[in-house]
């Protein structure tokens, strides 16, 4: 089959067949007198082997390593479990970072009142300094000004700690 029936069978795009080809993580296909690639099912099955391994996550250079692992009829479980433990380590750290920042951008957005005033707390709070540096560095109204600066990033029962009344900032 060429490299279009390749790629329809196994879920990949030519491109990224190619691709895969020039970086050497699957094998030159062979070729016809005009110079077409031309793949069997062996290569196809690798190929659906990647698809599979990159749909979980796994980078480049640890497919290499499990394509590796899958072609060598002697290899040790224990080296695929060790690549997959460490890679299931790497998406649950992924997860809580995502999980956090999804926390952050709700508060962000219950801040913003989302109406036809310019003031955007969202955008206030991504042009920022650093709390500590904002705090430190506001003049005027001291307190009440770092208050409506940070506002977005301060916790929602902040208003009581610093004295400010709803709707007054």
Known sequence: MNIGE??????????????YESTGLIRSAHRTESNYRIYGEDEVHVLR?????????????????????????????????????????????KIAAMQEMVETLKHLVSCCSGDERPNCPI????????????????????????????????PRDADNALGVKNGSA
């Not at 390749?6 to 691709?19: L, P």
């Not at 955008?123 to 940070?150: H, I, M, Y």
């Open 49 to 93: 082997f990647i698809k599979r391994s990159r749909n979980l996550g796994f980078s480049l250079e640890e497919t290499s390593v499990l394509l590796g692992l899958w072609r060598d009829k002697g290899r040790a479980s224990a080296d695929v479990k060790r690549i997959a433990s460490s890679h299931i380590g790497e998406l649950q750290n």
């Open 123 to 154: 955008l206030n709070d991504l042009a920022k300094a650093p709390r500590k540096a904002a705090v430190a560095s506001r003049k005027g109204n001291g307190l009440a000004d770092a208050q409506r600066v940070n506002s977005c990033s301060l």
């Open 6 to 19: 390749a790629a329809k069978a196994s879920g990949v795009s030519a491109k990224m067949i190619r691709y």
